[in-house]
């Protein structure tokens, strides 16, 4: 599933027209990364969610076979219904074993094949260092758990990157409307039922104009 409902408040007036993730990257679509990324690793099926002008992503990406991909979309009412209540609404399309999760306005090249072999835990997140502008981090990774957030920890701590694996059984006692993710990740952190992985390699919040012409410039010149 590739999250892609959010309203981009920080990235206007680039978003006032064009959702974020189908933002252009250096002549490519944001969310068109992720589609490529995901077929090259195997994945057959994608789902989208979207809510602000959400109508330009079934023109703009199609039914996903150019992209050697079936996508279908789970469209949201005008006020989005968070991560977890998205992920909700669309687990019909989902279907009752383990889905990638992405959210649609990041640039990464980690590999996807990582997340499709077995996992034995309901939820696994893939951190990565701390961006400038979130210096404090989300979690604390330790021996492939996550046992700490937030708060104090008693070390330092990662940056949940936007990249996750979820069984849907997850989300089971979720009810139906907007619901955030990081309650259910916090509990399941303190359940000692979270695991995670960290990456060194490339990733990028795209969140603001300035970053997304930064990462254009760093592209090219790579």
């Known amino acids: 599933m590739i999250l892609a409902a959010g309203r981009g408040e920080r990235m206007r007036p680039l978003t006032d027209h064009t959702p974020k993730p189908l933002l252009k990257l250096n002549g490519e679509r944001l969310i068109e990364y992720h589609l490529h990324a995901l077929a090259a690793a195997g994945v057959t099926e994608v789902v989208i969610n979207h809510s602000w002008l959400g109508e330009q992503f079934p023109i703009k990406l199609g039914d996903g076979s150019r ?15 968070e991560t977890a209540g998205g992920i909700v609404q669309a687990l019909p399309l989902l279907g009752e074993e383990p889905f990638i999760v992405v959210n649609g306005d990041l640039f990464t090249d980690y590999p996807f094949t990582r997340l499709m072999g077995e996992m034995e835990s309901m939820a696994h997140l893939v951190l990565v260092d701390n961006p400038p502008h979130h210096p404090a981090g989300d979690f604390l990774l330790e021996n492939g758990l996550i046992c700490g957030y937030g708060g104090e920890p008693v070390g330092p701590q990662l940056t949940y990157s936007g990249i996750a694996r979820f069984h849907p059984q997850f989300f089971r006692e979720v009810t139906p409307g907007a619901a955030p993710l990081a309650p259910l990740l916090f509990s399941a952190a303190d359940q000692g039922a979270l695991s995670g992985e960290y990456f060194p390699g490339h990733w990028s919040d795209v969140g603001t104009p300035e970053r997304l012409a930064q990462l254009s410039v760093s592209k090219r010149a790579s």
């Open 67 to 81: 992209y050697e991909l079936k996508i279908s979309y789970s469209a949201e009412p005008q006020q989005p219904l």
